[in-house]
């Protein structure tokens, strides 16, 4: 993907679609040498979907056509909505380029309704401070939720969604054992670094996602090492889907005339 090296835990082959999510990306943990400057992901379009970047290590900057500026620090969320069409640049500011160090995030593509599809492109700029951090407790160590949309346990998180929603991220320890209950139809774990083991019976590695059950139980979870986890659940927005490159749409046709929408420049323009 551009410059980064990422894991695709969705789609792929055992799991094509997991609606309302659409595409899960993790990139890094990439170490930045300032001596070998890695570059940006340079101005390209997006339609019909939002997407969201969970920045785990290191600053990185985006700008969009909308005039939107900004720039994330670890524990931060870009939450974008790419509605009509919207064209930006992604990747670690100068300042982080020029110091070096660690570099790692999740993009989430969220799929758009239908009918929102068209909407007025939106960006919402979400500081770690304005996370809520849920802690469930359980038999060992507790577990803190930082939960970015949706409500979980009563807490809910700042970022506005277009379909029910929850969006939850854990650095977690090892000794961990509680229960969760998520809301949605389909669900979703992936993890980032460390061991997790659900129900007793199910180990989970670093860099593998799972795809819960639909309506899933209440299940235990316990941890086995230190690590990081991104807890997703949607509810399934059963709507055809034609995707191709940057743009998510219902329809090929659609698919097409996004093209030309990019091409003739009715998305904006944004120089590198
Ligand atoms: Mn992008």
Do not use: C
């Not at 524990?75 to 070096?100: C, I, K, N, Y």
């Not at 998180?157 to 277009?162: I, K, S, V």
């Not at 316990?222 to 949607?234: A, E, K, V």
């Amino acid at each position: 993907m551009g410059p980064f090296r990422v894991k695709q835990p969705l789609p792929s082959r055992e799991v094509r679609e997991a609606s309302p999510f659409i595409l899960l990306h993790h990139a890094g943990p990439h170490i930045i040498d300032p001596a070998h400057p890695m570059e940006r992901l340079g101005p390209h379009p997006h339609r019909g979907f939002e997407p969201v970047t969970f920045l785990f290590h290191g600053q990185a900057r985006h700008r969009d056509s909308m005039g939107n500026h900004g720039i994330l620090n670890a524990g931060d969320v870009q939450w974008m909505t790419a509605g009509s069409g919207v064209l930006h640049s992604e990747g670690p500011t100068d300042e982080f380029l020029a110091r070096g160090g660690t570099l790692e995030l999740i993009q989430l593509w969220v799929n758009l309704p239908a009918k929102h599809k068209m909407t007025t492109p939106k960006y919402q700029d979400i500081a770690s401070s304005k996370i809520p951090v849920h802690t469930v407790t359980g038999n060992g160590q507790p577990l803190n939720l930082h939960v970015v949309a949706g409500t979980y346990d009563g807490v809910t998180g700042p970022a506005e969604t277009f379909s029910p929603v929850l969006a939850m991220t854990s650095t977690f320890d090892a000794g961990v054992d509680v229960e969760l209950d998520l809301p949605h139809a389909t669900s979703l774990i992936y993890i980032l670094h460390g061991g997790v083991i659900l129900n007793d019976d199910h180990a989970i590695n670093e860099r593998y996602m799972v795809v819960l059950d639909e309506d899933p139980a209440p299940f235990r979870l316990r941890t086995t090492s230190p690590g990081s986890m991104i807890i997703l659940s949607g509810a399934p927005l059963n709507e055809p889907i034609a995707m191709h490159g940057p743009f998510v749409m219902n329809t090929e046709e659609e698919v097409r005339a996004a093209y030309r929408d990019f091409a003739g420049g009715k998305m904006g323009t944004l120089e590198e």
